[in-house]
């Protein structure tokens, strides 16, 4: 059964501290993906990778920065937590076919306070 | 324009009625489509991949439309358990995501 996991489903942080999100997938996937997704915006791309070493800008990164150092992980990191990350984050990976399907992460649900 | 575009819903349609709904896309050099569910609070799942020749999985039915730019989705005989958020994905270089169809079916 192919996996992706997230280290959390629930965090509760405080405004300014620095957050770590982690993903894993078991599926030697090349590309990895952190997207937010909050109510009425659907999913937005936050940054991508398309293999170790290598990362994108998605359509929202600032306040964000991300780590591949394997393949198989793909790091979000939240440098000074604000209020306005208050969201569900997911990770998702693909293999290199663009007809691959997408797999997720089961998200984990971030309150910054 | 977005690049992906869906109706936001929801649909509210009554328990054994057919309901479709369609998911238009800007880039015509997209290579491939799905159509995703997603359950309150949970992470999307692929609910079936949509071909160029159209393709059926039970009740549902999936169509692409290369000319007009669209893919439509088609659920028959409606559950309640089909009750969720439908996403459509268009991958063209990247994975584009709809912002998803509100799907509601009362008994």
């Known amino acids: 059964d192919v996996k992706v996991t997230q280290s959390s489903r629930y965090l509760v942080k405080r405004t300014g501290e620095k957050v770590f999100l982690e993903c894993v997938q078991d599926?030697?996937?090349?590309?990895m993906f952190w997207y937010r997704q909050d109510p009425g915006l659907g999913l937005r791309l936050i940054y991508f990778?398309?293999?170790?070493?290598?990362?994108e800008k998605g359509d929202i990164p600032e306040g964000y920065s991300v780590s591949r150092e394997k393949k198989e992980r793909f790091s979000l990191i939240l440098e000074s937590a604000s209020t306005n990350q208050t969201s569900m984050y997911l990770c998702?990976?693909?293999?290199?076919?663009?007809?691959?399907?997408?797999?997720f992460g089961q998200g984990t649900r971030l309150t910054v306070v | 324009r977005k690049e992906v575009e869906q109706d936001p819903g929801p649909f509210n349609v009554p328990e054994g009625a057919t309901v479709a709904f369609n998911c238009t896309y800007s880039?015509?050099?997209?290579?491939?489509f799905f159509w995703y569910r997603q359950d309150c609070r949970k992470e999307p799942k692929l609910l079936m991949s949509?071909?160029?020749?159209?393709n059926e999985d039970g009740r549902f039915t999936a169509q692409l439309n290369r000319a007009s730019q669209y893919i439509s989705l088609l659920i028959r005989d409606s559950k309640l358990s089909d009750s969720a958020t439908y996403l459509c994905?268009?991958?063209?270089?990247?994975?584009?995501w709809g912002a998803g169809t509100k799907l509601i079916i009362k008994p």
């Open positions: 990778s398309y293999d170790v070493k290598m990362k």
């Open positions: 949509v071909y160029s020749s159209g």
């Open positions: 998702a990976s693909t293999g290199a076919s663009p007809n691959t399907e997408a797999f």
């Open positions: 994905v268009v991958n063209s270089y990247q994975l584009i």
């Open positions: 880039n015509s050099a997209s290579q491939s």
């Open positions: 599926m030697d996937h090349e590309n």
